[in-house]
C-alpha cells in the first residue's frame, strides 16, 4: 500500500524553527517529485513547496523563500521541511503528497501534521 | 503566476441533484487540472487528473470536463457521502495560485 506519513508538528514561538518529516512507503521513492502543501485552519490548501526524485528541481512560494528548506533522503525513503523564522501565519496543517513528474497532480497525500506558531 | 477561481464558493444540494462546480484559470493550462474531495479533518483525495480522468476507485458519477482555461467538475447524482469540500488544482507551473478556493457542497 502507498502511503505517506507525517510527523514533527507541534507548537512553537514565533521566529523558532521546526522541521517535520514525511516517511513514504509502498513505491519507489526516488522514482517521484514530491511537494508539501499546507492549509491555514478553516482556509482553503496552499502548495508551498517542491522537489525532484533526485533533489536536482526546488521551487518554492514565495511566502516561505529564504525561511523554508525542502529536502529528501532517498535511501531513507524520507521527505523533509526544515522551516526557521517561523510566523503566526505559518500555523496551518502540513501535508506531504507525492507527484508523478516535473508538474503533476498530487496522489497520495499524508494524514498531515500539525503546526502551531504562537507565544 | 497562474490564479484559479472557482465557483460557487458554497452550493447547497440535496442528494440525487446534479452538481456543477466551475474552475477558470487565470491563463491557459491545456488540460492540465485535477480536481480533489476533502472531508473535515481528512487528507485531499484525487478525484480526476488531466481534466477528465477519473482516478482509480472514484465512483463514475464524477466527471470532469474543460481545457484551457474553463473547467467543470460534475457530479451526476449527489450522494450523502459526497458532502465535503471540492478544490481544483493547476498543475502548468507551481505558483501561490495553485489551488482554488474550494467549493463546499452542503446539504440543502
Known amino acids: 500500500e502507498v502511503q505517506l506519513v507525517e510527523s514533527g508538528g507541534g507548537l512553537v514561538q514565533p521566529g523558532g524553527s521546526l522541521r517535520l518529516s514525511c516517511a513514504a512507503s509502498g513505491f519507489s521513492f526516488s522514482d517521484y517529485s514530491m511537494n508539501w502543501v499546507r492549509q491555514a485552519p478553516g482556509k482553503g490548501l496552499e502548495w508551498i513547496s517542491y522537489?525532484?526524485?533526485?533533489?536536482?528541481?526546488?521551487y518554492y512560494v514565495d511566502s516561505v523563500k529564504g525561511r523554508f528548506t525542502i529536502s529528501r533522503d532517498n535511501a531513507k525513503n524520507s521527505l523533509y521541511l526544515q522551516m526557521n523564522s517561523l510566523r503566526a501565519e505559518d500555523t496551518a496543517v502540513y501535508y506531504c503528497a507525492r507527484g508523478y513528474s516535473s508538474t503533476s497532480w498530487f496522489d497520495p497525500w499524508g494524514q498531515g501534521t500539525l503546526v502551531t506558531v504562537s507565544s | 503566476d497562474i490564479q484559479m477561481t472557482q465557483s460557487p464558493s458554497t452550493l447547497s444540494a440535496s442528494v440525487g441533484d446534479r452538481v456543477t462546480i466551475t474552475c477558470r484559470a487565470s491563463?491557459?493550462?491545456?488540460?492540465?487540472l485535477a480536481w480533489y474531495q476533502q472531508k473535515p479533518g481528512k487528507a485531499p483525495k484525487l478525484l480526476i487528473y488531466?481534466?477528465?480522468s477519473l482516478e482509480s476507485g472514484v465512483p463514475s458519477r464524477f466527471s470532469g470536463s474543460g481545457s484551457g482555461t474553463e473547467f467543470t467538475l460534475t457530479i451526476s447524482s449527489l450522494q450523502p457521502d459526497d458532502f465535503a469540500t471540492y478544490y481544483c488544482q493547476q498543475y502548468n507551473s507551481y505558483s501561490r495560485g495553485t489551488f482554488g478556493q474550494g467549493t463546499k457542497v452542503e446539504i440543502k
Open positions: 491563463q491557459t493550462i491545456s488540460s492540465w
Open positions: 488531466k481534466a477528465s
Open positions: 522537489i525532484s526524485g533526485t533533489s536536482s528541481t526546488i
